[in-house]
């Protein structure tokens, strides 16, 4: 009896695990039909909330709780008549330092919202602007990451100063993000780098086999499919795919090359990462600082925005999106990534 229960928990893990690959499959080839866009419906609503206005309610919270009830009054009243004074002495033409975050993920999910804010801000912005992205980001699916790389490139482009700050990640996909700025700023103990590419991915096969579960793959084209979850993979198909790996990696590196020609690049594109100061030592970074004091320095020169894209995702892409975050941390499955 007990050797029939082993037998029966094996096969319903066996079993298990067997289908949960399938179903991760299948969301992610559902998830692949819908273009980035599409993940929104049409009332998405971008948020501007001006990051002065902030700071001063900080200010005036900290001096309230701080300053005794005369100076606080006193303290208040010589702030009003300085809003005042600069209300009237508005300057149409004054710079305006726009603030984007960047949360990064596998599959660099925010690009959508992405692609809004930055079509709006080129509608307004101006060369005397600039725009700072604080990028989160450990990288991920390549075209992805490229793709949220070209939509930086679209206000560089335009002429308007883009700087990129690096508080905790920026990591092969969000590296290559980064490197199209201007400037990058990083906290000293930011991680940097990893500029690489890799492909993992479990194999069934002979789980298949021994459960006497047949699996067929039918193509057309010599290499169509390298390797498989199911299938027997071959050494063919393996080298293939490194070769496959190789010329993504030479094209990342071009594209940092472009834009970061200081870089040597033997030396920085091994898909080893470093700290914010050795990072600056390499010249993947041009200073050390948070972004919080970058724009605490910029305070006073310019108007600071902060810009938050709001879409909402349709039921179905919700729930998918959660089954396939947890299938993913479930199954540790991942496939080519700049990583």
């Known amino acids: 009896m007990t050797e029939a229960l082993i037998d029966y928990a094996l096969f319903a893990a066996k079993s298990l695990t067997v289908i949960g690959f399938i179903a991760l499959a299948f969301i992610l080839l559902l998830r692949a039909r819908h273009h980035a866009g599409d993940l929104l419906d049409d009332s998405g609503q971008l948020e501007i909330q001006s990051l002065d ?43 305006r330092l726009f603030v984007i975050d960047f949360h990064g993920d596998i599959m660099a999910s925010e690009v959508s919202g992405l692609r809004e804010m930055i079509s709006a801000l080129l509608l307004e912005a101006r060369p005397t602007d600039e725009v700072l992205v604080r990028i989160d980001n450990a990288g991920g699916a390549v075209h992805e990451h490229g793709l949220a790389a070209s939509q930086l490139l679209r206000i560089r482009s335009r002429g308007i100063p883009l700087t990129v700050a690096v508080d905790k990640v920026a990591a092969s996909g969000g590296y290559l993000m ?27 096969h ?75 030592e390499l010249g993947l970074v041009d200073e050390l600082t948070t972004s919080d004091d970058y724009l605490l320095a910029a305070r006073g020169d310019s ?37």
Request: charged share 30%; with cysteine; glycine share 8%.
């Open 53 to 95: 206005d902030r700071y001063r309610d900080m200010a005036d919270g900290l001096k309230r709780m701080t300053l005794p009830p005369k100076l606080y009054k006193q303290a208040a009243k010589a702030e009003r008549k300085a809003e005042k004074a600069r209300a009237k002495s508005y300057d149409a033409a004054q710079k």
């Open 178 to 204: 980064a490197c199209v700025a201007d400037r990058i700023i990083a906290a000293p103990f930011a991680v940097i780098g990893s500029i690489g590419v890799l492909a993992e991915l479990p194999n069934f």
């Open 206 to 280: 002979r789980l298949l086999q021994r459960s006497g579960i047949d699996f067929e793959l039918h193509t057309a084209g010599e290499y169509k499919r390298t390797l498989t979850l199911f299938g027997e993979n071959t050494d063919e198909g393996r080298a293939k795919l490194r070769e496959q790996l190789e010329g993504t990696h030479q094209l990342f590196k071009h594209f940092i090359q472009e834009y970061r020609s200081n870089l040597d690049l033997d030396k920085v594109a091994t898909g080893e990462y470093w700290h914010g100061s050795e990072a600056l």
């Open 303 to 339: 108007e600071l925005y902060k810009l938050r894209y709001k879409g909402r995702k349709r039921p179905l892409e919700r729930l998918l999106g959660a089954m396939q975050e947890r299938l993913s941390r479930l199954l540790a499955w991942r496939g080519v990534s700049v990583r």
